[in-house]
């Protein structure tokens, strides 16, 4: 099971937010990994979905909106 219990509700918003402003900005999936990656974000698949990670360092953010899954 995956824990979000370090992370900010607060924070957590501004990150879906900001991956969503991105979505409506990219063309493609690919480029739209390329612009959140530029953000320091990542999207992982897990056992228990996708999850939106930091990078380099994988520290897991919070669970990607069902609306952006693909």
């Known amino acids: 099971m995956l824990d979000f219990s370090n ?3 607060v924070v957590a918003a501004q990150v879906v937010e900001l991956i969503t402003q991105e979505r409506a900005k990219a063309l493609s999936k690919r480029e739209w990994q390329h612009r959140i990656a530029g953000y320091g974000y990542c999207i992982c698949d897990t056992q228990h979905g996708q999850i939106v990670e930091t ?3 994988h520290v897991p953010v919070c669970t990607l909106p069902a609306e952006l899954a693909a």
Do not use: I, N, Q, S
Request: glycine letters at 0%; charged letters at 15%.
């Open 7 to 9: 992370t900010d509700a």
């Open 55 to 57: 990078l380099p360092h």
